[in-house]
């Protein structure tokens, strides 16, 4: 197993450094120029050079691209255009709003998941099943933006129980993470139902029933562990959606996070910004992934013997 997991671990380094050179390669070729957007409307020649030399654009891209990769291993993304501060201290002020988030989001969505799912599964074309199918298919096909700005209408300009933008408290976090949480939780919901259909009709737990073993032990202890095993995986794909949806969610209620910075930055053609939340989006992405490959080798027997 741990040949496996080195081998996943490089693999992983190398899909990183790709990331690195594709991002940024697409900042030149599709971000435009910086310093149009940072000098006045009618700057002359002179003045956007100068702006140029101050954000280094004016040098070579491979020099441009070699004081990028170099600081990387230090934690020096580069200096942000905008804000003139370190990038890496600009998306660090921003990370605990953000994780506040999509921990909040993801803890909803797996309690909804597990509820409907394992009650769907117990009683297949029930009332409850057939409403955790009907809430899936809703979550999974009315867009993140629509579902946000919906809730605002209704639960804050309406009834006023919830702040519409910013972050005050607790209370700012409940509609973003609904909106977040609803874009999530079909994918485990159905992932769940199915496997635990599955594993209900084995023959460890037909046994179980014969030696007269309570229901609610032998759907928790029994089934549930086994059948949770598929649903870690979705988990790593839920972090996909997470971060795309926590993007969303903090642009409609102006949420103090790192979405509403990529987008502020992506306005303004910061550069280093730009590039800086994007590959570490794409590392957390890439390694809570293996992290998650491997847990499930630990839980999972097979898995280690096919590793």
Known sequence: MRKVILRRLLQNIVLVVVIVLVVFILMRLTAGDPARMKAPVFASDEILQSYREQFGTDRPLTAQLWDFVSGIPRGDFGTSFRYQQPVFELIWQRVPETALLAFTSLTLALLVAIVLGVA??????????RFGIAASTLGQSAPTFW?????????????????????????????PSIAVALAVFPADLRVLRSSMIDTFH????????????????????????????????VVGI????????????????????????????VNARDYPLIQAITILTAMVFVFVNLGIDVLYMVLDPRIRIEA
């Not at 769907?120 to 099943?129: H, K, N, T, V």
Request: net charge positive; no cysteine.
């Open 147 to 175: 579902v946000a700005l919906m809730l605002v209408l209704i639960f804050s300009v309406h009834f006023r129980w919830f702040p519409a933008v910013g972050f005050t408290g607790w209370k700012s976090l409940v509609l």
């Open 202 to 233: 084995q023959e460890h737990i037909r046994t179980a029933r014969a030696f007269g073993i309570s229901n609610r032990r032998i759907t928790w202890l029994y089934a549930f562990r086994n059948a949770a095993l598929p649903l870690i995986t």
């Open 120 to 129: 769907g599964a117990r009683r297949p074309g029930s009332a409850i099943d």
């Open 238 to 265: 839920d972090l996909g959606y997470l971060l795309g949806g926590t993007i969303v969610a903090e642009v409609v209620f102006n949420y103090p996070g790192v979405g509403q910075l990529a987008i502020d930055s």
